[in-house]
């Protein structure tokens, strides 16, 4: 016989504890949820300050990366400072070199285009001003164009967004298209300008001093052709004594009301360079006195190559011993008499020299040049090579 027992006492949750415990529930539940958010909303404004800064700071070191590289390897007669308003700088400056083995370029990039590592072939407009840079006037010595580049900062109105008081700023190499360095900067507080300038004031009778350039003294332009002539005196002089700029500016997240995130930077760049031009301490332009022979040759892999010969130059194993590196130029046929940017470089400081051009095309016919070039730096005259037919 089956016995069943029946608990009677066993309850379950009435409806007023269910609804207790879900109140209870959703109470935890809802702290929970507005903790995370609060979280989230606190990640994200980190995100957005982080952004902003490093917005800044990458303005702030491009500038001083490039700016004390002003006036680097500039040849006599070449100023240093072209022109200075609140919202642009320009300079020359060595500042790249496509040349293997440059020793006076401040960097190498043997990809950069032959027309940014010279002084600009072309007059140009400024941007920002109607100030004109002249075309190539300036040389490093026989017939070369000089190594000093145009480089430029400025700052635009930035047209893309939907705000009035943004502005976007841009780094230029000669006539180069712009290069794009920020957006979202704003005017410091106070309508600070972008750019302020310091010059270096000399007197006969007391210490020099470095003093502020009056905003409304700007702009302030190399207008004559040369550096140190007769002429470059007054105002034109005045780019010749500015020794630092200090930037100023705001970086945003591009948010308006609440949700904006300011970051306000002001650095002072030094110009170690200006006021120092390449002095000419190596003597008289440097004499080559070598011949140039080219032959084909094959490499350790047996491939065809052009093998470069020559001797020392006069001024560098005699004379006045001044003689750093040889510059190589090159040409395919028809050879005329531009040999154009150089080819290559090869420092000087060996009793005979070879070198081999693996990156001749077989069936194509080559000519070569070089000249010797001493520490000021000048190039000597060029001789030129035989030509000759890769098989």
């Given at each position: 016989?089956?016995?069943?027992?029946?608990?009677?006492?066993?309850?379950?949750?009435?409806?007023?504890?269910?609804?207790?415990?879900?109140?209870?529930?959703?109470?935890?539940?809802?702290?929970?949820?507005?903790?995370?958010?609060?979280?989230?909303?606190?990640?994200?404004?980190?995100?957005?300050?982080?952004?902003?800064?490093?917005?800044?700071?990458?303005?702030?070191?491009?500038?001083?990366?490039?700016?004390?590289?002003?006036?680097?390897?500039?040849?006599?007669?070449?100023?240093?400072?072209?022109?200075?308003?609140?919202?642009?700088?320009?300079?020359?400056?060595?500042?790249?070199?496509?040349?293997?083995?440059?020793?006076?370029?401040?960097?190498?990039?043997?990809?950069?285009?032959?027309?940014?590592?010279?002084?600009?072939?072309?007059?140009?407009?400024?941007?920002?001003?109607?100030?004109?840079?002249?075309?190539?006037?300036?040389?490093?010595?026989?017939?070369?164009?000089?190594?000093?580049?145009?480089?430029?900062?400025?700052?635009?109105?930035?047209?893309?967004?939907?705000?009035?008081?943004?502005?976007?700023?841009?780094?230029?190499?000669?006539?180069?298209?712009?290069?794009?360095?920020?957006?979202?900067?704003?005017?410091?507080?106070?309508?600070?300008?972008?750019?302020?300038?310091?010059?270096?004031?000399?007197?006969?009778?007391?210490?020099?001093?470095?003093?502020?350039?009056?905003?409304?003294?700007?702009?302030?332009?190399?207008?004559?052709?040369?550096?140190?002539?007769?002429?470059?005196?007054?105002?034109?002089?005045?780019?010749?004594?500015?020794?630092?700029?200090?930037?100023?500016?705001?970086?945003?997240?591009?948010?308006?009301?609440?949700?904006?995130?300011?970051?306000?930077?002001?650095?002072?760049?030094a110009m170690p360079n200006a006021g120092f031009g390449v002095l000419q301490t190596c003597g008289d332009g440097p004499i080559l006195g070598s011949a140039l022979a080219a032959t084909n040759a094959t490499d350790t892999n047996g491939d065809p190559v052009a093998e470069l010969t020559w001797s020392p130059a006069t001024d560098e194993s005699g004379g006045e011993r001044d003689v750093v590196r040889y510059v190589i130029y090159r040409q395919e046929t028809p050879i005329g008499s531009d040999w154009g940017d150089p080819f290559l470089s090869i420092p000087?400081?060996?009793?005979?020299?070879?070198?081999?051009?693996?990156?001749?095309?077989?069936?194509?016919?080559?000519?070569?040049?070089?000249?010797?070039?001493?520490?000021?730096?000048?190039?000597?005259?060029?001789?030129?090579?035989?030509?000759?037919?890769?098989?």
């Open positions: 016989m089956s016995t069943t027992t029946l608990h009677r006492d066993r309850k379950g949750m009435t409806l007023i504890e269910v609804i207790i415990a879900l109140t209870i529930y959703g109470v935890v539940v809802a702290g929970a949820l507005g903790f995370v958010a609060s979280q989230n909303t606190a990640f994200h404004r980190s995100l957005d300050r982080m952004s902003v800064l490093r917005n800044a700071r990458y303005v702030v070191e491009t500038m001083a990366t490039d700016v004390p590289t002003l006036g680097t390897n500039v040849p006599a007669g070449q100023p240093a400072l072209v022109h200075a308003d609140d919202d642009i700088l320009a300079f020359s400056s060595d500042y790249a070199s496509n040349v293997e083995n440059d020793i006076f370029a401040a960097y190498i990039d043997v990809d950069a285009p032959s027309g940014q590592v010279t002084v600009p072939r072309a007059t140009m407009t400024l941007p920002n001003s109607s100030f004109q840079w002249p075309d190539t006037l300036y040389e490093s010595g026989a017939g070369t164009a000089s190594p000093a580049e145009l480089l430029m900062f400025f700052f635009s109105p930035d047209t893309v967004t939907s705000r009035s008081d943004d502005y976007v700023l841009y780094r230029q190499v000669n006539d180069a298209d712009p290069e794009l360095v920020a957006q979202k900067i704003l005017v410091a507080e106070d309508n600070v300008p972008f750019f302020r300038y310091f010059r270096q004031v000399d007197y006969a009778s007391a210490a020099s001093i470095i003093d502020t350039i009056p905003q409304a003294s700007l702009p302030v332009s190399h207008s004559v052709i040369y550096h140190g002539v007769p002429e470059d005196t007054g105002s034109v002089a005045l780019a010749d004594s500015i020794r630092a700029v200090r930037v100023s500016f705001r970086t945003t997240n591009g948010m308006e009301g609440e949700d904006e995130r300011i970051t306000e930077v002001s650095r002072l760049i000087a400081g060996q009793a005979s020299y070879t070198y081999q051009d693996g990156t001749v095309d077989s069936g194509s016919t080559y000519g070569y040049a070089l000249a010797a070039q001493d520490c000021t730096p000048a190039l000597s005259d060029l001789t030129t090579s035989n030509t000759i037919t890769i098989p």
